[in-house]
Structure formats: structure tokens, C-alpha cells
């Protein structure tokens, strides 16, 4: 049974971090890409970014690139979402998802067959 699951989500300051990680189970992980996604509170849900199955490619959105990063170790079968100087708009719901096997990088939604849960993440002073 695939399972992702998201976790390291909180409530953190301006200009502080957060670690997100996504657990997944059921797969073997280095087949597929993963992504990262976020939904505001009356927002369509947005791609964040993304790392390839293959060449560890990863492709960001423009309003996170130079603050995030993600990361793959396949061996613990976790993705890694590292998120640095937040910013109130960042505030979300951040869910992580699987593409089919051997998907390139993408940013929509719709290429993606499984989702996690999703995780809260509020920036606020």
C-alpha cells in the first residue's frame, strides 16, 4: 500500500526555518519523483518543488527559489523539504506527492497520483 506521510510542519517566526520530511512506504522510492506542494486558505494548491527519480534533478517555483531546498535519501525512503527565511506567505498547508514511475520533475498537481496528508505550516510574529 503506498503511503506518504508529511510531518516536521509548525509555527515559526519571520525569517526563521523549518525541516519538512515526507516518509513514504508501500514503493521503492528512487523509481519515482516527488514533489512538494502548499494550499493557503482560499488558494488553489500550488507546486513548490520537485526532484527527479533519476538524475536528482529538481525544479523550483520562483517564490521559493534561494529559501528552499529539497532533498532525497532513498535508503530511509524520505524526501526533505528545507525551508529557510519564511515569509508570512508562505503560511500553508504543505503536502508531498508521488508522480508515475520514472516521471520527470513537474510543478502541477495533476501529474501527481498520491498525496500525503499534508502538514500546517504558519509563519507569524
Known amino acids: 500500500q503506498v503511503q506518504l506521510v508529511e510531518s516536521g510542519g509548525g509555527l515559526v517566526q519571520p525569517g526563521g526555518s523549518l525541516r519538512l520530511s515526507c516518509a513514504a512506504s508501500?514503493?521503492?522510492?528512487?523509481?519515482?519523483?516527488i514533489g512538494w506542494f502548499r494550499q493557503a486558505p482560499g488558494k488553489e494548491r500550488e507546486g513548490v518543488l520537485c526532484i527527479s527519480s533519476s538524475d536528482l534533478s529538481t525544479y523550483y517555483a520562483d517564490s521559493v527559489k534561494g529559501r528552499f531546498t529539497i532533498s532525497r535519501d532513498n535508503a530511509r525512503n524520505t524526501v526533505y523539504l528545507q525551508m529557510n527565511s519564511l515569509k508570512p506567505e508562505d503560511t500553508a498547508v504543505y503536502y508531498c506527492?508521488?508522480?508515475?514511475?520514472?516521471?520527470?520533475?513537474?510543478?502541477?498537481?495533476?501529474?501527481?497520483?498520491?498525496w500525503g496528508q499534508g502538514t500546517q505550516v504558519t509563519v507569524s510574529s
Open positions: 508501500g514503493f521503492p522510492l528512487d523509481y519515482y519523483a
Open positions: 506527492a508521488r508522480r508515475p514511475a520514472f516521471g520527470s520533475t513537474s510543478l502541477f498537481p495533476s501529474d501527481y497520483t498520491y
